[in-house]
């Protein structure tokens, strides 16, 4: 501004002393010119001062903007993730019953708490902690929407099909931009999910039955415990019974004797068995103490991609080894 004040005193000076020799109408007439022009420029002065500081008011305010409405939308996330993550886990425990629909309720808050952990706070964002306000039960995704203790009444319960989630209430403060959006901004978010369809169908199973106590099932299945299994003898008839620790084949229509008992036990190809379907255990003649014990393990070998050489029909390309066995 200094260089450019001095220069405009500079040229009207000269302009001024530059009409010496003139007539003296023309070189009045020239003074009056310069005169005006220098008078102008001399009113101009600082303008780009008020313009610049004009323009830095309303970066500040754009900026002051950005940050309060980037914090509203972290929150926002993070809210919605959390009813996300609660809505899905809720909906994993519905089975139709009283005790599906308590569990739901309590893994919605085991889901808050992971949100918690794993959320915004852990990236030094300051944000509130999620709580789940309202976990909702309806049979359609569109309502009616009851509370986990109407839900769980008879005749309501078994129709129950989707979960819907609300968070509670997040207030955020406004730090730069209290005129535009208020001094707090409250966010609350909602999601909904549905009951997985349940599995009814199982294919390319393994079709012999184990008989093991409850107690040994617990074992098996939670603590993981070994036993040791025994092929029972001489099963007769549809209502004979697998003693404990025993196991013996399900019969399956169109595969009888010894070489439908090596092919069932190496897994008949495309084999499908449905939920609540019963079946007979195998009395042919090959289930039995001569020879049984001997299809059972030719057939199960070739899972391990172990064939035998003798009969039974079995070869890798109509019964490959199972892919998920190393």
């Given at each position: 501004?200094f260089e450019s004040q001095t220069g405009s005193q500079a040229h009207c000076a000269e302009d001024l002393s530059g009409g010496q020799g003139l007539p003296a109408d023309e070189h009045r007439k ?188 617990t074992d098996l299945l939670v603590n993981g415990k070994q036993f040791t299994v025994t092929y029972q003898d001489d099963i007769t008839g549809s209502s004979a019974a697998v003693v404990d620790h ?81």
């Open positions: 501004m020239s003074q009056t010119t310069v005169s005006e022009v220098c008078d102008r420029w001399k009113g101009e002065r600082g303008s780009v001062t008020v313009m610049t500081a004009v323009l830095l008011v309303g970066l500040v305010l754009v900026l002051g903007l950005s940050i309060d409405v980037s914090r509203i939308y972290m929150v926002r996330s993070g809210l919605q993730n959390a009813a996300d993550a609660a809505a899905l886990a809720a909906a994993r425990e519905l089975n139709s019953g009283p005790g599906g629909i308590n569990d739901a309720v309590n893994q919605t808050k085991v889901a808050a708490l992971e949100a918690n952990k794993y959320g915004l706070n852990r990236t030094g964002v300051t944000a509130p902690a999620v709580t789940i306000s309202k976990v909702e039960f309806a049979a359609f995704i569109d309502g009616t929407w009851y509370n986990a203790g109407d839900a769980s009444a008879l005749g309501v319960v078994d129709t129950i099909k989707f979960v819907r989630v609300t968070t509670q209430a997040a207030s955020v403060s406004v730090l730069l931009a209290a005129k535009a959006l208020g001094a707090t901004h409250i966010e609350q978010r909602t999601a909904v999910a549905g009951m997985s369809v349940g599995l009814n169908t199982i294919c390319n199973v393994f079709p012999v039955v184990i008989a093991l106590t409850p107690k040994n099932q025993s196991y013996a084949v399900i019969q399956v229509d169109s595969f009888f004797g010894h070489v439908g008992t090596v092919q069932l036990a190496a897994g008949i190809p495309n084999l499908c068995a449905y939920l609540g379907q019963t079946e007979t255990l195998d009395s042919s003649q090959s289930a039995n103490k001569k020879n049984g014990r001997n299809a059972i393990s030719d057939g199960a070998n070739t899972r391990f991609d172990f064939y035998p050489t003798g009969g039974g029909g079995i070869d890798p390309i109509t019964f490959p080894p199972d892919t998920n066995i190393m």
